[in-house]
């Protein structure tokens, strides 16, 4: 079903009541730089994943700075995401993730990817 390593509009989290919902009673881990919000739920898309990138607008005061993060965060996901739904699919359930970015510095994008990895694998683990 998932073949493609894409990220369509169907896997971003964009409503306000589960947002409010994962943070509120979602469990949480810190995978430094990152801080990862996950909640069980029952999405309103077919998919296992929906997923949000959020960065702080107090550490990085220009757009720009904050948009080119969320992107390197969202690419580096969505290149390694499949292990993830893999293990959603096999135990058919769906799941809501923040993964809010908690560092003061523009980071390289190799350096966010190996960070996603070992974050990506932590929550598969505590699935």
Partial sequence: ????????KSERLSR??????????????????????YQFTTLPEAVPVQVLATVSK???AKATDRNLIKRRIKEA???????LYEKLISGNKQLAIAILYNEKKITSFNDIESKIKVALSELIKRI
């Fill in 77 to 83: 996901y969505r290149t390694n995401k499949l292990p």
């Fill in 16 to 37: 306000e009541q589960l947002i409010a919902s994962l943070f509120e009673a979602g469990q949480s881990f810190l995978s430094p730089p990152f801080l990862i919000y």
């Fill in 1 to 8: 079903m998932f073949s493609r390593a894409t990220l369509s």
């Fill in 58 to 60: 107090r550490k990085f």
